[in-house]
């Protein structure tokens, strides 16, 4: 009698599947062969049978419902049947088929014809053993079950959804997902502006059962999760980014080619200070950050999550993931809000006033410009010291220029009656940042910073090159300014590098030693086309390198360092 019913259910579990499965070997416990089998992609594929002891996904259209199967072969056998929603909340029932005991033909051991097998089995629903409705992981279990076809059916009635499916009829020893600690909680134990640290009790599973168990912790700004599949569901692979040119400087629409200044740029802004077409050098934006992360940790319980944006609220989750099954259980998220930024204390600048700035690295200042007259034009002037700042300039809220700037830079900004400036300077990550800063509304002839040209490097010309000297040459201004010109012999593999990081671009000629100076002289020249000036060194070593700076001092003491320039000189004339 029993070997008659068994061979009905498979039979009628035949059928139901179609002739696609007829061919399918069902499922075993047995362990040689089921391992075989679980690893056999296509046995299990777009099948409508449950394995026992393996998980398995599936994907539901909205409001079309999927039926699943398998089968008990003995009475008294334990059941446990976990379902997992991912995308949406779903509607599952598990039901046991009512089928034949015996065989038709009085006894005669022969299977009744499959049609009307069929029939029986669609024909009766079967008795309902299990219904819910929701997004929980949720389970059936039962410590003792009758043999039999057990059905389970699976809606969506939200939109089209992944779930997964477990099943098992030895769920004492399968134990396929990592088992909570007595206290599952997820506690958050340091808070900062940008850092979260979180801490767990860890799993029994790998402690106990030496099984591999490691963590993974998803933090979002919109919900807790359940499970592991549901946070997966949400998180974004696509990691296309832009690339960005970095602002360069911009040099004057006249560069002196005719008098050996080879130009730069391919074109120049008609506004000086707000428009650029440099490319100075290209960098790779960082990717956008997406608004859900996952991060696997291994088998540490206590994580710091950093680069977070302050005064905001997270939702911090951990799974316990099995590495030999990659099934996982969630512990009890939590959420925290970051604390506030610092906020920063705005520096007043006066009109004609030279303000010193220092910014911690990655930091930021901000200054605020109010003129107290009405005005046409101010003036911005800034002088950075060490590395690269980005300059950020706002008038009564909107943005009038944003660049990065190096050396020395003067922006003109159109003004507009009673308008205040929102000067934003933010540091380099390199290191730290120091800078001079000057905004004014007054003429350029009553600043205490000297004017300057766009174009502020040294030009050496090589064919006046001897063993003893040099001849260099630079660009002046329509005012009438004091130049100093200063030399240092320095080794052959001196560099650019090296230069910029052992000078301070705002310290003047006071700090030069006497032995350097060259001369100083004033210039000027009304016609701004024809203002360049040269210079001839005398007194070198041949065959020797030297480093020449030239500055231009102001009628109150400031002084600007232009570009400075290695030359060399000839070692044979």
């Given at each position: 009698m029993r070997q008659c019913k068994g061979w009905s259910v498979v039979v009628v579990l035949l059928v139901l599947l179609g002739l696609g499965a007829m061919a399918q070997k069902l499922p075993t416990r047995d362990e040689g062969l089921f391992q075989m089998q679980i690893r056999d992609k296509s046995l299990f594929h777009d099948s409508s049978v449950i394995p026992d002891g393996a998980e398995i996904s599936g994907y539901l259209f909205r409001d079309t419902p999927k039926r699943y199967y398998f089968v008990v072969e003995e009475d008294n056998t334990p059941l446990s049947v976990t379902v997992t929603p991912c995308d949406a909340p779903l509607e599952w029932k598990l039901t046991l088929q009512e089928l034949p005991e015996e065989a038709s033909g009085e006894g005669s051991g022969e299977p009744e014809p499959l049609d009307q097998q069929k029939q029986q089995v669609t024909v009766d629903e079967g008795t309902e053993l299990f219904t819910y409705k929701g997004n929980d992981v949720e389970s059936y279990v039962a410590t003792s079950t009758p043999s039999g076809l057990y059905q389970l059916e699976l809606l969506s009635t939200e939109k089209d959804s992944n779930f997964k499916v477990y099943a098992t009829t030895t769920p004492e020893s399968d134990q396929p997902y990592p088992e909570l600690p007595y206290d599952p909680r997820v506690d958050v134990t340091a808070l900062g502006r940008t850092t979260v640290t979180l801490?767990?009790?860890?799993?029994?599973?790998?402690?106990?059962?030496?099984?591999?168990?490691?963590?993974?912790?998803?933090?979002?700004?919109?919900?807790?999760?359940?499970?592991?599949?549901?946070?997966?569901?949400?998180?974004?692979?696509?990691?296309?980014?832009?690339?960005?040119?970095?602002?360069?400087?911009?040099?004057?629409?006249?560069?002196?080619?005719?008098?050996?200044?080879?130009?730069?740029?391919?074109?120049?802004?008609?506004?000086?200070?707000?428009?650029?077409?440099?490319?100075?050098?290209?960098?790779?934006?960082?990717?956008?950050?997406?608004?859900?992360?996952?991060?696997?940790?291994?088998?540490?319980?206590?994580?710091?999550?950093?680069?977070?944006?302050?005064?905001?609220?997270?939702?911090?989750?951990?799974?316990?993931?099995?590495?030999?099954?990659?099934?996982?259980?969630?512990?009890?998220?939590?959420?925290?809000?970051?604390?506030?930024?610092?906020?920063?204390?705005?520096?007043?600048?006066?009109?004609?006033?030279?303000?010193?700035?220092?910014?911690?690295?990655?930091?930021?200042?901000?200054?605020?410009?109010?003129?107290?007259?009405?005005?046409?034009?101010?003036?911005?002037?800034?002088?950075?010291?060490?590395?690269?700042?980005?300059?950020?300039?706002?008038?009564?809220?909107?943005?009038?220029?944003?660049?990065?700037?190096?050396?020395?830079?003067?922006?003109?900004?159109?003004?507009?009656?009673?308008?205040?400036?929102?000067?934003?300077?933010?540091?380099?990550?390199?290191?730290?940042?120091?800078?001079?800063?000057?905004?004014?509304?007054?003429?350029?002839s009553k600043q205490p910073f000297p004017s300057l040209p766009e174009d502020t490097r040294i030009k050496a010309f090589d064919k006046l090159r001897t063993c003893s000297s040099v001849t260099v040459a630079w660009l002046g201004t329509q005012d009438r300014n004091k130049y100093c010109i200063y030399r240092k012999e320095v080794a052959d593999n001196y560099g650019e590098e090296q230069r910029r990081r052992e000078q301070n671009q705002c310290a003047g000629p006071e700090t030069r030693r006497k032995s350097e100076k060259v001369l100083c002289k004033y210039f000027h020249s009304p016609n701004l086309q024809k203002a360049v000036t040269t210079e001839t060194i005398t007194g070198l070593e041949p065959g020797k390198t030297y480093l020449l700076d030239v500055y231009v001092v102001g009628h109150s003491g400031h002084s600007v360092k232009y570009q400075s320039k290695l030359v060399k000189t000839r070692k044979y004339c």
């Open positions: 801490a767990w009790k860890p799993t029994p599973t790998g402690s106990l059962m030496g099984q591999p168990v490691q963590y993974c912790v998803v933090i979002n700004k919109e919900h807790n999760f359940k499970s592991m599949c549901a946070a997966e569901a949400k998180i974004s692979v696509d990691d296309a980014f832009m690339l960005a040119p970095k602002p360069g400087r911009d040099f004057s629409p006249f560069d002196f080619a005719h008098f050996g200044f080879v130009p730069s740029d391919i074109g120049f802004g008609k506004d000086r200070g707000l428009t650029s077409n440099k490319i100075s050098r290209a960098y790779t934006a960082k990717p956008k950050a997406s608004d859900i992360q996952k991060v696997c940790i291994g088998n540490k319980n206590i994580f710091t999550v950093s680069d977070l944006k302050p005064d905001t609220q997270y939702y911090f989750d951990v799974f316990a993931v099995n590495s030999a099954t990659n099934t996982s259980t969630a512990y009890v998220g939590t959420f925290a809000r970051t604390k506030e930024e610092a906020r920063q204390k705005t520096v007043e600048l006066k009109d004609g006033k030279v303000s010193d700035v220092f910014i911690k690295r990655k930091g930021s200042k901000f200054l605020r410009f109010a003129p107290v007259s009405s005005h046409q034009r101010v003036t911005l002037f800034v002088h950075t010291c060490l590395d690269a700042v980005q300059v950020q300039v706002r008038r009564d809220g909107k943005l009038l220029l944003s660049q990065n700037v190096e050396g020395v830079r003067q922006f003109q900004l159109r003004g507009k009656p009673k308008a205040k400036y929102l000067i934003r300077l933010r540091g380099s990550r390199k290191g730290a940042s120091t800078l001079k800063v000057l905004a004014t509304t007054r003429p350029s």
